[in-house]
């Protein structure tokens, strides 16, 4: 029974995982970060696009 227990102590095959886990959430987290703080200026240039591109004549005449 103890040498189940000094087997299970070095078994590292389960910090892999845990290391893959926060990886993630970190790559996950600075993902959002990154979209909070560019979304509004995003969001701007849109609207700017958008406006623009009503004013403009398409060439296109309905008949």
């Not at 290391?19 to 993902?31: E, F, K, M, Q, S």
């Amino acid at each position: 029974m103890l040498n189940i227990f000094k087997a299970f102590k070095k078994d590292e095959s389960g910090a892999v995982t845990v290391d893959w886990v926060v990886l993630t959430a970190a790559i996950v987290g600075l993902g959002m970060v990154v979209m909070v703080s560019v979304g509004g200026g995003i969001t701007g240039l849109g609207d700017s696009i958008v406006s623009d591109l009503n004013g403009r004549q398409s060439g296109f005449e309905n008949q």
